[in-house]
């Protein structure tokens, strides 16, 4: 069964935005901090010749963290207050060294559900070093991740930040109460949208007509 990622979005392009988050999570009371470790993220987005995961409303990627592959789809939702509730599921890719391999492993697997893994081609590509921290608040564990990205869509790349607090374990209720007091505190702005629809609409854009 596929998992449910439940997260808040913050966005970070302001001066300092960072220094601001952390500093808040520091004053959220019954909140302990861990040390922070630092990942290199490359997602490719990928599509049919007949846009099946476009027109499904699935977004789907390989991922590659630090040399580790695998592959992922989520059902695409809308980012309300800041919070997006998605299903997900992953597909652990061993012995894979780049991206060729990646979707050769993929087309040689033909199908994942019913979900088609032929003929896949990239739509667009991020590349985040991200920043990480687990947070635990009142029973409740989650992960801060501070994302600096670029977006790589039809030869053009546009830099971007932005702030995410997903639930691991316990309630929602309680990462609903720590992002609210996050918010306040940092003065930032929730995300209006997400990073692969902010990539989706580039290419919408700027791809062909």
């Known amino acids: 069964m596929p998992n449910i990622e439940t997260e808040f979005k913050w966005d970070a ?20 901090l861990a040390k922070p470790r630092t990942l290199h993220i490359c997602d490719t987005y990928l599509d049919t010749p007949n846009h099946f995961f476009e027109q499904n409303q699935i977004a789907f990627r390989v991922r590659n963290t630090d040399g580790k592959w695998e592959a992922t789809f989520k059902t695409r939702t809308e980012v309300k207050n800041g919070r997006a509730v998605r299903k997900e599921e992953t597909l652990p890719m061993p012995r894979v060294k780049n991206l060729a391999q990646a979707l050769s492993f993929l087309a040689d697997k033909k199908e994942w559900g019913k979900l088609p893994l032929t003929e896949l081609r990239p739509l667009f590509s991020l590349r985040n070093k991200r920043t990480s921290y687990d947070v635990l608040y009142n029973g409740a564990t989650a992960e801060l991740s501070l994302d600096n990205f670029v977006i790589y869509v039809c030869g053009r790349r546009v830099l971007m930040k932005e ?16 992002a609210r007091q996050i918010t306040h505190l940092s003065g930032l702005a929730y995300a209006r949208v997400s990073k692969v629809k902010t990539a989706t609409a580039l290419l919408a854009l700027w791809g062909e007509k």
Do not use: I
């Not at 702030?163 to 720590?178: C, M, R, S, V």
């Open 163 to 178: 702030a995410e607090l997903e639930l691991k374990q316990g309630a929602p209720e309680k990462l609903d109460e720590l």
């Open 13 to 32: 392009n302001s001066p300092r935005a960072f220094f601001k988050v952390l500093s808040a999570v520091r004053q959220v009371p019954a909140t302990r």
